[in-house]
C-alpha cells in the first residue's frame, strides 16, 4: 500500500469513522431517551384517562344503584297483574322520567326474573327480540346486585341493537331492598359518549387511545370503526405481560411509539384489560431524524473533504516524501550529489532546501575531514620519522653511567642509574602500575635529589606487604614529593619526607608527610574548595587530585591536612578493580 493510500485510510478511520460513529452513538442515545421521555408522560396521561374512565363508570353505578333501590321500581316489579291501568301507567311515567334524568342513557330494560321483559324504553323493540347472553345472566346473578359491563365490541346478538350504533350496556340483579330476594334485572344501554368524552382530550402529539382485552381485541376507541377489531402488532404478548412499559413496532402500516399500562375497568368475560396509547413515530422522533440526517450531511462532507484534501494536499505531500525517501536512501548509498526538486507549497519546499543544504554541508564536511586526516596522517609520518627510539636513549645512558663509574664519579653514576628507571616508568604507555614499582620511581626521583639537594633531607617508606602488588595510577607519588622538596624546607636541614602505605578490604591509601613549614591556611582553603590559585604550590596537589577523580571517580583523590609543624597528604585509590 502506497503511503498516498495509507494517508487517507488514516484520515477516513481517525476522522469519518469517529464522526459516524459518534452520530450513530447519539441517534440511539436520542432515541431511548426520547422514547422514555414520551412514554413516562404518555403513562401519566393514561394514568389520568384510566381515572377519568372509572369516575365515569362510577357515576353510571351510582345513578343504577339510585334506580334499583328506588320505590316506583321496587313496586313496579312487585305489583301484581291485577293493578289498574292508571297505576300502571303511573309507574311507567315515573321510570322514563328517571332514565331522562341521565342524558347518557340510550336504552333501558326491565325484566323479570324469568327473562320475560316488563318494560322497554324504545318501544320499536318487539316482544320478539332475544334475551341477553347467557354469560352477561351468569355474570348478573354471581355479582348478586352488583353492576356488570359489557363492551360494545361483544354486541352482536343484542337486544337492543337496532341499527349499526355501537353502545355500552350495564346489567345488574334488582333485589327486594327488604328481603334481598331476586326481584328481576335492570339493563342499561349507555351511549359512547361516556367514553368519548374521556378519551377526546387533547394532545400535543398524534396518539390514539384503546381499550383491549387479553385476545388483543379493541374493545374501545375514539375513532369506533376500530371497536371490535384486533390490535394486530407483532409484540401483543409484551403490551399484554401485566406490566406498565413502552416499545416500538409496526401499527397500521407506520410505526408507533405504543406504551401500555393495566386498567381497572372490567368487562363481562374480559377481567384482564389494558389501556394503550399508539403515537406515530415519524412525529415523535423528527428531532432525533434530524440528528441523524445531521450526521450523515456532515459525513458526507468530511468524505467530500478527504477527496478535496487528498487532491490539492496530500498527494503533494505523498509525492513530496516519496522523493524525500528516494533522495534519502541514494544519500545512504554515497551519493551525495543527490538533490531535492523544488516544491510550489512553502512548507515543502522549505524542507527540500534545508534536505540539499544539509547534504551539499555534509559533503563539505567530509571533503574537509579527508584533508584533516591526510594533514594528520602526514604529521604522525613525519613524528615517527623523527621520534627518537627508547632504546638509544637507555643505551646513552648506560655508557654514561658506565664513563662515570671508571672515572670513580659515584654520584654521577648514582643520578644515571636513577634518571635511566625514572624514564622506563614515565616512557610506559599504560595508566597503572603495581605500587611497588610507583615506590621504586618516587625513591629513583629523591635519590636524585638527594644528590642535588647535597643531602639536605631524609625519607623514609614503610608499604604494608599486601599492598605492594596492588595497582594503582602511576605518577601519583613525585608530584607530591616534588611539591615538598619546592616549598616545605627552605633549604633547611634535617628535612625528613616519610612515605607510607595502608589498605582495607576494597581501598588503598598512601600517605606523604613532612616536618617543613607547612601550607598557609589560604592556600589550604582554596584547595579544599577546588578553587584556582595563581600560586605553584597547589599546582602538582590539584593535578594529582583531578587524575585521580577522572580515573577512579568523585569519591577517590587526595586530602591535605597541615600546620606549622608540616603536612600530611592522603592518596585514596580503590583496589581489585577489573580492566
Known amino acids: 500500500m502506497t503511503f498516498q493510500r495509507k494517508m487517507i485510510l488514516a484520515f477516513l478511520v481517525f476522522v469519518l469513522l469517529p464522526v459516524v460513529t459518534l452520530g450513530y452513538i447519539s441517534n440511539r442515545i436520542s432515541t431511548d431517551t426520547l422514547q422514555k421521555t414520551i412514554s413516562r408522560q404518555t403513562v401519566q396521561t393514561l394514568n389520568v384517562l384510566d381515572r377519568n374512565m372509572m369516575e365515569a363508570v362510577t357515576e353510571v353505578n351510582h345513578f343504577s344503584d339510585y334506580v334499583v333501590s328506588s320505590g316506583d321500581i321496587q313496586s313496579f316489579l312487585t305489583s301484581s297483574k291485577e293493578e289498574s291501568v292508571f297505576e300502571l301507567y303511573n309507574k311507567r311515567q315515573s321510570i322514563t322520567g328517571m332514565m331522562y334524568a341521565n342524558a347518557k342513557i340510550q336504552q333501558f ?28 345472566v351468569q355474570e348478573m346473578k354471581q355479582k348478586k346486585g352488583s353492576a ?35 326481584l328481576g334485572y335492570m339493563v342499561l344501554a349507555i351511549r359512547l359518549d361516556l367514553f368519548d368524552d374521556v378519551f377526546a382530550s387533547k394532545m400535543d402529539t398524534p396518539s390514539t387511545e384503546l381499550l383491549i382485552n387479553k385476545e388483543g381485541e379493541i374493545l374501545y376507541a375514539l375513532d369506533h370503526q376500530w371497536i371490535g377489531k384486533r390490535l394486530a402488532v407483532e409484540s ?32 363481562v368475560g374480559d377481567n384482564d384489560v389494558w389501556i394503550v396509547a399508539l403515537k406515530p413515530w415519524d412525529v415523535l422522533a423528527s428531532d432525533v431524524v434530524y440528528i441523524r440526517n445531521t450526521t450523515l450531511f456532515i459525513g458526507l462532507l468530511t468524505l467530500m473533504a478527504a477527496v478535496f484534501f487528498n487532491l490539492f494536499y496530500l498527494r503533494r505531500v ?26 510550489s507549497l512553502k512548507e515543502l519546499n522549505g524542507l527540500s ?11 563539505e564536511l567530509i571533503k574537509q575531514i579527508r584533508r584533516e586526516e591526510e594533514k594528520n596522517r602526514q604529521a604522525e609520518f613525519k613524528v615517527l620519522q623523527q621520534q627518537i627510539n627508547p632504546h638509544f ?17 659515584k ?14 616508568i614515565s616512557i610506559n604507555g599504560s595508566y597503572e602500575v603495581l605500587i611497588h614499582q610507583e615506590i621504586s620511581h618516587v625513591i629513583s626521583y629523591l635519590e636524585i635529589q638527594k644528590i642535588r639537594f647535597n643531602h639536605l633531607f631524609t625519607y623514609e617508606v614503610d608499604i604494608e606487604n599486601s599492598l605492594s602488588n596492588e595497582r594503582v595510577l602511576k605518577l601519583i607519588l613525585q608530584p607530591l614529593v616534588e611539591n615538598v622538596l619546592a616549598h616545605a624546607f627552605d633549604q633547611q636541614e634535617n628535612g625528613l619526607i616519610s612515605i607510607r602505605g595502608t589498605r582495607t578490604d576494597t581501598t588503598g591509601y598512601l600517605w606523604v608527610r613532612d616536618n617543613g613549614k607547612g601550607i598557609s591556611a589560604n ?57
Not at 399484554?240 to 386498567?263: A, C, K, R, V
Not at 643505551?395 to 672515572?407: C, F, H
Not at 594529582?544 to 569519591?555: D, I, P, W
Request: net charge negative; hydrophobic share 35%; aromatic share 10%.
Open 109 to 136: 330494560a326491565l325484566y323479570s326474573n324469568t327473562g320475560d321483559r316488563l318494560y322497554q324504553s324504545n318501544e320499536q323493540v318487539t316482544e320478539e327480540e332475544p334475551f341477553f347472553p347467557h354469560r352477561l
Open 148 to 182: 356488570v359491563w359489557l363492551s360494545p365490541s361483544t354486541l352482536s346478538q343484542h337486544p337492543f341493537q337496532q341499527d349499526t350504533s355501537l353502545f355500552l350496556t350495564q346489567g345488574r340483579i334488582i333485589n327486594d331492598i327488604n328481603t334481598l330476594d331476586p
Open 236 to 267: 401483543l404478548k409484551q403490551v399484554q405481560s401485566g406490566e406498565t412499559g413502552f416499545l416500538l413496532d409496526q401499527w397500521n402500516g407506520e410505526t408507533h411509539l405504543i406504551t401500555y399500562m393495566p386498567s381497572r375497568f372490567q368487562l
Open 318 to 343: 505523498a509525492s513530496f516524501i516519496q522523493a524525500l525517501n528516494w533522495n534519502m536512501k541514494q544519500v545512504r548509498s554515497g551519493d551525495l550529489s543527490s538533490r531535492m526538486n523544488a516544491y
Open 353 to 363: 532546501l534545508g534536505f540539499n543544504q544539509m547534504i551539499q554541508r555534509i559533503g
Open 393 to 409: 636513549l637507555y643505551n646513552t645512558l648506560e655508557s654514561i653511567n658506565a664513563l662515570a663509574a671508571m672515572s670513580g664519579q
Open 411 to 424: 654520584d654521577i653514576s648514582k643520578m644515571t642509574i636513577n634518571l635511566g628507571r625514572l624514564l622506563r
Open 523 to 579: 592556600l589550604l582553603e582554596k584547595l579544599h574548595e577546588k578553587r584556582g590559585t595563581s600560586e605553584q604550590q597547589g599546582h602538582g596537589i590539584r593535578n594529582v587530585h583531578e587524575r585521580l577523580n577522572l580515573y577512579y571517580g568523585k569519591e577517590y583523590g587526595l586530602m591535605v591536612c597541615s600546620s606549622e609543624q608540616g603536612t600530611i597528604i592522603q592518596i585514596a585509590f580503590p583496589l581489585e578493580r577489573g580492566d
